[in-house]
């Protein structure tokens, strides 16, 4: 159902092709080991286009040829679906939008900013609409438990981990900050973001530049 849906939301709305992800970034691998820590007070930069298509690739982008990805998945099925709610992004209309790795770019689903809108349902945590941009990490459990039945599940919840991991670190080598939120009503992010029925929201990431200390 999930892989119908997403032809027909191509078909609709088109595709955003994003920036070319940088393969060799100026910090090393323990430089952002050990400045990355979770940030909740962002200050008003907006994110850069290139920027953001930095994240995503290191959440799911695509490095092999045969389709594997920058976080492992059990069995490489790949259940996880990257969301953005996009307030303040250079180059990019607010809105929310769906990451497409295949091709590297972001399908919008719906217009204007969300970020506010999304508070309530992550139980009044408003200090993330400060936030240029949030992203949504989700899955389709399905695509793993059909091959690892009910331990497939935990299979899933590791992918995510390992994808928000990737975030995180992409961000402090960035510049940036972000932190990892799972405190949120499942029913009301999906439907904000027009989650189909089978795509559960697994963790919302807050991702900008961390706000001077006063």
């Not at 920036?19 to 907006?46: C, I, T, W, Y």
């Not at 990451?99 to 719906?110: A, E, I, N, S, T």
């Not at 609409?129 to 399905?142: D, H, M, Q, R």
């Not at 009503?185 to 961390?210: C, F, H, Q």
């Amino acid at each position: 159902m999930a892989q119908t849906q997403d032809m027909h939301e191509d078909g609709k709305a088109g595709r955003i092709a994003l920036p070319k992800p940088n393969l060799d970034g100026p910090m090393p691998l323990e430089q952002a080991l050990a400045q990355r820590h979770s940030v909740r007070a962002f200050g008003p930069e907006p994110l850069s286009l290139a920027g953001l298509s930095q994240l995503l690739w290191a959440a799911q982008g695509i490095t092999r040829t045969d389709g594997k990805r920058t976080a492992p998945s059990a069995g490489a099925l790949y259940p996880l679906e990257i969301f953005v709610i996009a307030g303040n992004v250079t180059g990019l209309e607010p809105g929310v939008y769906r990451y497409r790795p295949q091709g590297h770019g972001l399908v919008q689903l719906g217009a204007g900013d969300k970020r506010l809108a999304l508070c309530p349902a992550a139980l009044d945590q408003n200090w993330m609409a400060e936030a240029p941009a949030i992203l949504v990490t989700g899955a389709v459990f399905e695509r793993t438990t059909v091959k690892y039945g009910h331990r497939g599940q935990q299979y899933v919840l590791i992918d995510c981990g390992l994808a928000a991991g990737n975030i995180c670190l992409q961000a402090a080598a960035l510049g940036w900050g972000a932190t990892v939120v799972g405190a949120f009503k499942d029913g009301a992010v999906k439907e904000l973001l027009g989650m189909s029925g089978d795509e559960t929201p697994l963790a919302l990431l807050p991702v900008g530049r961390e706000a001077a200390a006063p």
